[in-house]
T-cell receptor, first 116, second 117 residues
Framework: GAGVSQSPRYKVAKRGQDVALRCDPISGHVSLFWYQQALGQGPEFLTYFQNEAQLDKSGLPSDRFFAERPEGSVSTLKIQRTQQEDSAVYLC??????????????FGPGTRLTVL | AQTVTQSQPEMSVQEAETVTLSCTYDTSESDYYLFWYKQPPSRQMILVIRQEAYKQQNATENRFSVNFQKAAKSFSLKISDSQLGDAAMYFCAYTLGDSNSGYALNFGKGTSLLVTP
């Protein structure tokens, strides 16, 4: 399919472990977003990429969170020294070229992270 | 802080009936964009409908329509002729930030819609 894919779909980590979550956006989509969705809540913005440039990382909750998109396509969200409060679904979304606010964001299925 | 409020955590509707999901928001911007997204149990978020704030005419997409009241900062979603496949979490959202943030979305907490036969 041509949709946004994420891997792994489920991840269980022991507290203190590092994790890496991958996002494959739709081919040709310039914009890529990461959101964090806690149980029973709406998604919350983490960070935004335009091609390989990370233009906004204001939503990252701490310096343990790091995201990259080195070639302007695949993106990785890394969480170092995971804590229980990091348990959530991490959603990736991409949108078409251009910066129009009206652009639809296409979401992946998410990665459910559980930190024990 | 700019917020989105969905006051109905859960709603129920019978098949073929009409249901309205409420949403209010708070922004100091004059130009922004509003969205309703649907999140089925499989968790892939799908756009349902969108509205440009500068347009007074309410958006419609087949069985889905909105009632946009800009002065009241209200953006409700009406689903007509409800179908079993409409059962999902529905999130109201608006664009947050500017071109540097890529117009990231600011979501409400969602309304869980149950459709009964």
């Amino acid at each position: 399919g041509a949709g946004v894919s994420q891997s792994p779909r489920y991840k269980v980590a022991k507290r203190g472990q590092d994790v890496a979550l991958r996002c494959d956006p739709i081919s040709g989509h310039v914009s890529l977003f990461w959101y964090q969705q806690a149980l029973g809540q709406g998604p919350e913005f983490l960070t935004y990429f335009q091609n390989e440039a990370q233009l906004d990382k204001s939503g990252l909750p701490s310096d343990r969170f790091f995201a990259e998109r080195p070639e302007g396509s695949v993106s990785t969200l890394k969480i170092q020294r995971t804590q229980q409060e990091d348990s959530a679904v991490y959603l990736c979304a991409s949108s078409k070229p251009g910066l129009a606010a009206y652009n639809e964001q296409f979401f992946g299925p998410g990665t459910r992270l559980t930190v024990l | 802080a700019q917020t989105v409020t969905q006051s109905q955590p859960e709603m129920s509707v019978q098949e073929a009936e009409t249901v309205t999901l409420s949403c209010t928001y708070d922004t100091s911007e004059s130009d922004y964009y509003l969205f309703w997204y649907k999140q089925p149990p499989s968790r892939q978020m799908i756009l349902v409908i969108r509205q440009e704030a500068y347009k007074q005419q309410n958006a419609t997409e087949n069985r889905f329509s909105v009632n946009f009241q800009k002065a009241a900062k209200s953006f409700s979603l009406k689903i007509s002729d409800s179908q079993l496949g409409d059962a999902a979490m529905y999130f109201c959202a608006y664009t947050l930030g500017d071109s540097n943030s890529g117009y990231a979305l600011n979501f409400g907490k969602g309304t869980s819609l149950l459709v009964t036969p």
